[in-house]
């Protein structure tokens, strides 16, 4: 069953007639770039880091925009996008709370939610998937807010080591907000799953 899921995706891949696209090649660079940012943090290369990251999230920016302004929006593209986003999240997350942090350490309990609200998006794809039920992955507003303030917090964190801020409060301020934008953003695809399911 997996099996043939996988080859409906080969198959509408194939289909595009030009999935390699500026927007694309820019979602691609994303995901070459996630292996020397955790790199760069676990040898403290905090500037190398940064300006890593700040490249990764211009080309999230822009291949969005170029496959909309350019009219290139294909189906690979609609599933590596927010992959990438995922792993570069994660992976930045991960290697500031096992390794090190360049100001506030990012807390394990933060790190395991977020494994286990993919785990759980991830499942329910499965279930559906294995279910037939037709879907289409597309990010939500409050998937798209969690992504976007996770995506903000990270540049705060190299700001504050930067220009030596210790404003502790709103560290733990941002931390509670953006566990609570996780949950209530899984709460909002799991709605989405279920009515899926219903029908």
């Known amino acids: ?24 090649f820019l979602t691609i660079i994303r995901f070459f770039l996630i292996p020397f940012i955790v790199v760069g943090i676990i040898y403290f290369k905090w500037v190398l880091v940064f300006i890593l990251l700040l490249v990764a999230t211009m080309t999230d ?8 302004r350019l009219n290139q929006q294909t189906a690979l593209g609609s599933y590596l996008d927010p992959i990438a986003d995922k792993l570069l999240l994660f992976s930045s997350f991960a290697s500031l709370a096992f390794v090190r942090s360049p100001s ?15 785990l759980i ?19 939500t507003i409050w998937g798209k807010l969690t992504t976007f303030f996770q995506s903000v ?47």
């Open 1 to 24: 069953m997996l099996k043939k899921k996988l080859q409906r995706f080969v198959k509408r891949v194939s289909r595009d007639r030009s999935w390699f696209t500026i927007s694309n």
């Open 61 to 68: 920016l822009f291949d969005g925009y170029l496959a909309r």
């Open 104 to 118: 506030f350490k990012i807390p394990v309990w933060f790190v395991l939610l977020l494994f286990i609200r993919e």
């Open 121 to 139: 998006m991830l499942a329910g794809t499965l279930i559906m998937t294995f279910l037939h039920i037709e879907f289409e992955i597309k990010p």
């Open 153 to 199: 917090f990270i540049f705060w964190i190299f700001c504050c080591y930067f220009l030596t801020w210790n404003p502790v409060k709103t560290y733990s301020f941002s931390i509670v907000l953006l566990a609570l934008f996780s949950i209530f953003s899984l709460g909002h695809y799991t709605l989405i799953g279920i009515r899926h399911l219903k029908r």
